[in-house]
T-cell receptor, first 111, second 113 residues
Framework: KAGVTQTPRYLIKTRGQQVTLSCSPI?????VSWYQQTPGQGLQFLFE???????NKGNFPGRFSGRQFSNSRSEMNVSTLELGDSALYLC??????????FGPGTRLTVL | SQQGEEDPQALSIQEGENATMNCSYK?????LQWYRQNSGRGLVHLIL?????REKHSGRLRVTLDTSKKSSSLLITASRAADTASYFC?????????????FGEGTQLTVNP
């Protein structure tokens, strides 16, 4: 089976812009979770989608949003980008609530 | 916020030696998992141990869990240069947390050839 794919792999934006990141889960996986990784805060949970519904949400401002499509593909959007949003954004898919399978990540740089 | 701490933050050893990393967590758990991350890339799942288990093995990996001390350790035996990576423990899963994982701060392991 193909693994979790994320696009784009690298992205450079300027403050105030918005960005959309995409994640395609492993075939058959209905749960998709998003994480932000920064040197200062480490790995932090953003949100989880299951069957097109947000099932769990982390402690991030409303500028961070996401959605899931009927084929389980997911997108996350960050509006009004800030310098502090520069991070590696990781997507993970799973069948159960245990083992997560991570994609390679999208490296976002905000200038 | 991080679930707990990992110790040490960085570890440098020679090939063939064993590497031990420790993880502490704060709340009760359903399971604890260990993941590996190579140089800012995606995380790879290594092993999962459930709260009713005390020890688990997978190849060169041995994980222990002490729920009374809220701690876990990951032992990598006969380390190889390819084991150089960051290692994270994560808690969560189950009915209460769903697929939400809470990660430790990670241990950076360097295995010198």
């Amino acid at each position: 089976k193909a693994g979790v794919t994320q696009t784009p792999r690298y992205l450079i934006k300027t403050r105030g812009q918005q960005v959309t990141l995409s994640c395609s889960p492993i075939s058959g996986h209905r749960s998709v979770s998003w994480y932000q990784q920064t040197p200062g805060q480490g790995l932090q949970f953003l949100f989880e989608y299951f069957s097109e519904t947000q099932r769990n949400k982390g402690n991030f401002p409303g500028r961070f949003s996401g959605r899931q499509f009927s084929n389980s593909r997911s997108e996350m959007n960050v509006s009004t980008l800030e310098l502090g949003d520069s991070a590696l954004y990781l997507c993970a898919s799973s069948v159960t609530t245990d083992t997560q399978y991570f994609g390679p990540g999208t490296r976002l740089t905000v200038l | 916020s991080q679930q707990g701490e990992e110790d040490p933050q960085a570890l440098s050893i020679q090939e063939g030696e064993n590497a031990t990393m420790n993880c502490s967590y704060k709340t009760s758990i359903n399971n604890l998992q260990w993941y590996r991350q190579n140089s800012g890339r995606g995380l790879v799942h290594l092993i999962l141990i459930r709260s009713n288990e005390r020890e688990k093995h997978s190849g060169r990996l041995r994980v222990t869990l002490d729920t009374s001390k809220k701690s876990s350790s990951l032992l990598i035996t006969a380390s190889r240069a390819a084991d150089t990576a960051s290692y994270f423990c994560a808690t969560g899963g189950g009915e209460t947390s769903g697929s939400r994982l809470t990660f430790g701060e990670g241990t950076q392991l360097t295995v010198n050839p």
